[in-house]
């Protein structure tokens, strides 16, 4: 199951274009897992802070003649950052909770509660970003060693001078029976108002899928991909 960027990563870019929501639909090809993934995400920004969610949903449910017939798979995010104090000096600071959850074909992905504290940090033209998040992450029906996420979230808007060339990505550390890392960095370039073309590797260390490359708990899952901004 494929994981994408949080909202702190919309909402640095929604900051610099002056905008207050979106929705942007993307297709991926994974070629780790060798299936395509499609992603639908929305952002809202309001007074009290912001809402973030995506809907993940993988398609490798094959029937005999090895056809893809239908998704195997889907995981769901969901996340509020709020943020009533945003013209005081603590401004960067928000709170944040959080769902994550999902069903693949014979199993199921934990629920998992989240809560803690986003810390923004900006250049003065909002093209590039970092959120820092410490979460307290409990998951149901499942024992963690230590119930705590760590995430970085990143965004460079006109990479090197390039317009439309934007860099971003997040890094997650959190525990289930071992430490888990999972990091997500994507380049996307804009065409026209709309759409992007790019893509993404995934790294992972004790995170669910295929072994791609060397290393027998590190993976690497290389994708290619388009977004729809609607």
């Not at 963690?144 to 060339?165: E, H, I, N, Y």
């Not at 934007?166 to 997650?172: C, L, M, T, V």
């Not at 525990?175 to 108002?193: A, C, H, K, R, T």
Request: hydrophobic residues 45%; negative net charge.
């Amino acid at each position: 199951m494929k994981k994408v960027l949080v909202a702190a990563a919309f909402a640095a870019l929604f900051f610099a274009q002056g905008a207050k929501a979106q929705t942007n639909f993307q297709t991926f090809y994974d070629f780790g897992r060798k299936h395509f993934t499609t992603t639908l995400e929305g952002f809202h920004q309001d007074d009290w802070g912001n809402t973030f969610f995506f809907i993940d949903y993988d398609y490798n449910n094959r029937n005999l003649d090895d056809k893809v017939i239908s998704p195997s798979g889907t995981y769901f995010e969901i996340a509020r950052c709020l943020n009533f104090w945003q013209d005081s000096p603590v401004a960067p600071f928000s709170l944040q909770y959080e769902y994550n959850g999902g069903l693949g074909l014979g199993f199921g992905i934990n629920s998992a509660f989240l809560f803690g504290i986003d810390y923004f940090l900006h250049s003065s033209d909002f093209n590039n970003t970092l959120n820092l998040k410490v979460l307290y992450k409990q998951f149901i029906g499942m024992d963690s060693k230590l119930p705590m996420q760590f995430t970085a979230v990143w965004g460079c808007q006109d990479l090197f001078g390039v317009p439309r060339l934007r860099f971003s990505g997040f890094a997650d550390v959190w525990w289930e029976n071992d430490i888990v890392f999972l990091s997500e960095p994507q380049l996307w370039f804009g065409i026209g108002d709309h759409a992007s073309i790019g893509g993404e590797v995934e790294f992972s260390y004790n995170f669910g899928g295929l072994k791609f490359t060397t290393g027998k708990d590190f993976n690497i899952m290389p994708c290619l991909g388009w977004k729809w901004v609607f």
